[in-house]
Nanobody
């Protein structure tokens, strides 16, 4: 089992940047696919980005492509989400997720492990 703790959320003006971090417990972080999801008020949770265990392949939702970058540091058991050119519609609670199955993370968008979430608010 893995525990995930997000940090780095906050309030930022439109056009600004934030970097989210997700620290994972356990010794097998490098075997987990990692992802970020978000949920805005009154909306369903949606996929943002994911990254394979090796970090070699990343995938993004169309709404964030070119603005967000997911990365990981397996030596630090941490995954990051660099968010640039933020828009008010990016306002949401952002969740870190982990799964030993990249396929379940990527295709089913239903990873097993979830963090508690961190709030990102973008003002116009």
């Amino acid at each position: 089992q893995v525990q995930l703790v997000e940090s780095g959320g906050g309030l930022v003006q439109a056009g600004g940047s934030l970097r989210l971090s997700c620290a994972a417990s356990g010794r097998t972080f490098s075997t987990y696919a990692m992802g970020w999801f978000r949920q805005a008020p009154g909306k369903e949770r949606e996929f943002v980005a994911d990254i394979m265990p090796s970090g070699g392949v990343t995938t993004y939702a169309d709404s964030v492509k070119g603005r967000f970058t997911i990365s990981r540091d397996n030596a630090k058991n941490t995954v990051y989400l660099q968010m640039n050119s933020l828009k008010p519609e990016d306002t949401a609670v952002y969740y870190c997720a982990a799964d030993t199955s990249w396929q379940r993370m990527h295709y089913s968008k239903s990873p097993i492990y979830w963090g508690q979430g961190t709030q990102v608010t973008v003002s116009s």
